[in-house]
Antibody
Framework: EVQLLESGGGLVQPGGSLRLSCVAS????????MNWVRQAPGKGLEWVSS????????YYADSVKGRFTISRDNSKNTLYLQMTSLRAEDTAVYYC???????????????WGQGTMVTVSS | DIQVTQSPSSLAASVGDRVTITCRAS??????LAWYQQKPGKFPKLLIY???TLQSGVSSRFSGSGSGTDFTLTISGLQPEDVATYYC???????????FGPGTKVDIK
């Protein structure tokens, strides 16, 4: 079955760190760029970060640049998001999402995980 | 940076009505635009990509059009299961590479 399964969310204090994971199955993981998208409670979707299929190219939203690091382990079919210096405004459901093309990083997201909740609060 | 706006922010229509949602990019993005449907408590679902290409398995009630800066999503014959929030998204090299619109909430009147 083609799916993405996130884990690693939870409650963390402001200034703390957390690492999210997303395990992929059912497709050739290394052929596709991957993304993290977040959604604060009651708010819209916000793209967070992207990584190319080989892992050599990464991109970040200005809101997380310098604090979050995206990476992937293609041998384990797993995507990661290392989050540091967390703020209250980082509270959200974090989704991993696959691009729909193996040719380019810049494409619509055709497969989404169920999401994992991150709460930043003291 | 390229900004993406949507209108209206919400709407209510009757079952069977034709519904149109508009998305506008602050700079030309060719056809690099997608539409998603998100139901409460669920992850987003891709409906349309490349402005007008229907994603596999998506109902033909949904259609997309436009290029450059102005795009539309049309639901031909609104159904109760279409109640959701709809987001447009641009994707191209111009920074930031991915930007979502603020969303349009669709309800049944």
């Amino acid at each position: 079955e083609v799916q993405l399964l996130e884990s690693g969310g939870g409650l963390v204090q402001p200034g703390g760190s957390l690492r999210l994971s997303c395990v992929a199955s059912g497709f050739t993981f290394s052929s596709y760029a991957m993304n993290w998208v977040r959604q604060a409670p009651g708010k819209g979707l916000e793209w967070v970060s992207s990584i190319s299929g080989g892992g050599l190219s990464t991109y970040y939203a200005d809101s997380v640049k310098g604090r979050f690091t995206i990476s992937r382990d293609n041998s384990k079919n797993t995507l990661y998001l290392q989050m540091t210096s967390l703020r209250a405004e980082d509270t959200a459901v974090y989704y991993c999402a696959k691009v729909g093309s193996s040719v380019t990083t810049y494409h619509a997201f055709d497969l989404w995980g169920q999401g994992t909740m991150v709460t930043v609060s003291s | 940076d390229i900004q993406v706006t949507q209108s209206p922010s919400s709407l209510a229509a009757s079952v069977g009505d034709r519904v149109t949602i508009t998305c506008r990019a602050s700079q030309g993005i060719s056809i690099s635009l997608a539409w998603y449907q998100q139901k409460p408590g669920k992850f987003p679902k891709l409906l349309i990509y490349d402005a007008s290409t229907l994603q596999s398995g998506v109902s033909s009630r949904f259609s997309g059009s436009g290029s450059g800066t102005d795009f539309t999503l049309t639901i031909s014959g609104l159904q109760p299961e279409d109640v959701a929030t709809y987001y447009c998204q641009k994707y191209n090299r111009a920074p930031p590479p991915f930007t979502f619109g603020p969303g349009t909430k669709v309800d049944i009147k």
